[in-house]
Nanobody, 117 residues
């Protein structure tokens, strides 16, 4: 399984970006039963959870993004999204998508998000 993440780039403070992540070679039933999330990492810091969505649909957000970011998934497209609104420079990081599929962890390659003030 490989995770293809996209959607990063440069945004101005207050702007929006949407990240997407789709696993390759995965059937719908496995996608639907997986837990998914987005993490981010800045230089010198540990990777931190930004948002997650469980197989049953329960979502969880870090306090720093609550009310600004929305995680969602489209089972038909086998894709998970992170809609990021109200961006600020503190959101600048490399964002990684994560899947837990049948007890195994998979990570995307990371996509850089840069927010200018």
């Amino acid at each position: 399984v490989q995770l293809q993440a996209s959607g990063g780039g440069l945004a101005q403070a207050g702007g929006s970006l949407r990240l997407s992540c789709a696993p390759s070679r995965i059937i719908l039933s496995v996608f639907s039963s997986s837990d998914m999330g987005w993490y981010r990492q800045t230089p010198g810091n540990q990777r931190e959870l930004v948002a997650s969505v469980m197989s049953g649909g329960t979502t969880n957000y870090s306090d720093s993004v609550k009310g600004r970011f929305v995680i969602s998934k489209n089972n038909a497209k086998k894709t998970v999204y992170l809609q990021m609104n109200g961006l600020n420079p503190e959101d600048t990081a490399v964002y990684y998508c994560h899947f837990r599929i049948m007890g195994r962890d998979y990570w995307g390659q990371g996509t850089l998000v840069t927010v200018s003030s």
